[in-house]
């Protein structure tokens, strides 16, 4: 076996962007922690694997692509095998093309095609933005292939140890009331509420990884939460996977690596619905406001920087005491790596949901003139219901690039969504490996995949507009998943 790293960083110095992640815009401010890629190179003498961990909202297809296209002069490299994946956080840049979620129009454009007489105002971005579009979207591709070559030309003869371990990051988001709606962020105070949409995951696989001479050069960890403490913030912000490193560094020394993926989390964040905590400052977002407010001994604001302290705190705890469990070292292990292009159903409208939409677009716009951005967040479940009335007349299927990846008797499957906790939950629990590392946001930017119960308790993340595919994609990504599983693993894992 031979393995490699490398780390560079994701944004210039100096670089203003528009950050990512909330529907109304927000220019960074100051740097709280830098924005990097990490590459991870695992080989075998027949295989290899080439995994990244990118401090993004998300990966598009768009930048997978341009990323290997800067790879095509390295004959060496197979970059077919290279996955990206991001950590989703809200606190970075806004680069071109970084959505795939199928859409006939963009939001803004599909009101405006509804209501031409209305003009747009664009006015909130800020002239102080040095870092944007195609420049941005090529400047971080040419990083994330560098760091890929870097990390392949420094691989050397390793090895690797399972690792496990467990901290309450990840919580479910969706909470359900008396009349089976759901809502994101709701409201758990009031006599309506009645539980909680999903459980959550506090499992954290670990891989530790190791040169000739035993001596730990990097770590891989997957945590079921995106990593979106800070995600109302206008600043440039790694969230708490920035901390990890941080924390990991000044106890195992400064030359460690950590690959930081996040696990099946779509209706999962880093806040407690239950033991609700305000944010220490106000934030721009009408679903966290909530009729009751109490005050709770709990977690500090898992809005602001303490609460991100906290978490780190937790994951990198929890990392160090796993490592001391490690009592061996894999030197020779089979490694296969899978590549697959599965099409999957686009999720549909029907005539009457189109109708609602257009009604209710019309209704709220009524006697306006001008719209921006506001109005956009506002109706974007209405125009993304209209968006894909008018794609699925012209499309049924669409393809998605998912990894399936063989180390001894660990398996990384992949996918490009926010998948819900559920459908990583039933992956997990037959797969064949005795260690499975699910990561989501990878090799695309689909959006959320939510449940069926999700669907029909509504609210974003589980909106058509919220993403291309619904359950049934949901359940045929688990049956395929498991089927390439049991390709790589014809016996069980004892």
């Known amino acids: 076996m031979k393995f490699g790293w490398s780390e560079k960083m994701l944004l210039p110095e100096g670089a203003i962007v528009n950050l990512s992640g909330q529907f109304y815009e927000r220019v960074s401010g100051t740097v709280e922690s830098p924005l990097t890629v ?9 295989d290899a694997m080439i995994l990244c961990s990118c401090d993004l909202v998300g990966v598009s297809r768009a930048l997978l692509e341009t990323v290997r ?13 290279v996955i990206l994946s991001a950590i989703h956080t809200h606190t970075g840049p806004d680069y071109a093309r970084r959505s795939d979620s199928q859409t006939a129009l963009s939001f803004k454009d599909a009101l405006l095609q509804l209501l031409p007489e209305l003009s747009y105002n664009d006015a909130i971005s800020s002239d102080s933005v040095n870092f944007s579009g195609e420049t941005a979207h090529n400047y971080i591709a040419k990083q994330i292939a560098a760091a890929v ?6 691989r050397a003869v390793g090895g690797y140890a399972n690792g496990f371990g467990r901290a309450a990051v990840g919580l479910c988001r969706r909470a359900v009331y008396d009349d089976g709606s759901a809502k994101m962020w709701g409201d758990t105070g009031i006599a309506n509420f009645a539980e909680l949409e999903s459980g959550n995951d506090s499992g954290i696989e670990l891989l530790f990884v190791y040169d000739a001479k035993e001596k730990l050069t990097g770590i891989v960890a997957t945590v079921a939460c ?35 993926l996040c696990a099946p989390a779509g209706d999962q964040c880093p806040r407690d619905l239950i033991r609700w905590v305000e944010p220490e400052t106000p934030v721009d977002d009408p679903n966290i406001r ?12 898992m809005f602001d920087l303490a609460g991100c302290i906290r978490v780190a705190r937790r994951i990198s705890t929890e990392i160090i005491f796993a490592l001391e469990d490690v009592n061996q070292i894999h030197w020779d292990s089979r490694l296969s790596h899978s590549v697959k292009n599965l099409p999957l159903p686009l999720r549909r409208v029907t005539l009457a949901q189109r109708d609602k939409a257009i009604a209710a677009i019309c209704e709220q716009l009524k006697g306006k003139t001008v719209v921006n951005y506001e109005d956009t967040a506002q109706l974007h479940v209405h ?5 894909r009335y008018q794609l699925q007349q012209e499309l049924d299927m669409i393809e998605i690039e998912v990894h399936t990846v ?33 990561v989501q946001l990878t090799c695309g930017n689909f959006g959320y995949l939510p449940t069926k119960r999700a669907e ?7 909106y058509v507009s919220s993403g291309s595919f619904g359950h049934a994609a949901g359940e045929i990504l688990v049956r395929e998943s498991l089927q390439e599983i049991r390709r790589l693993f014809p016996e069980e894992v004892c």
């Open 38 to 46: 990490t590459a991870f190179v695992a080989e075998g003498e027949y």
């Open 69 to 81: 296209k800067y790879l095509r002069n390295r004959n060496d490299i197979p970059a077919e095998k």
């Open 149 to 154: 070559m870097e990390a392949w030309d420094n």
């Open 226 to 260: 995106p990593a979106q403490v800070l995600e109302h913030r206008s600043v440039i912000s790694s969230d708490y996977w920035g901390k990890v490193k941080e924390n990991l560094r000044k106890k195992l020394g400064e030359d460690i690596f950590v690959l930081g």
């Open 290 to 301: 909530h009729e009751t407010n109490r005050f709770r001994y709990a977690d500090p604001s």
């Open 383 to 387: 125009t993304g219901t209209i968006n």
């Open 406 to 438: 063989r180390l001894g008797d660990i398996v990384f499957c992949t996918n490009p969504f926010e998948l819900f906790l559920n459908y990583g939950n039933l992956i997990r629990a037959r797969s064949r490996a005795a260690q499975t590392f699910l």
């Open 456 to 462: 029909e308790g509504s609210h974003y993340s589980a």
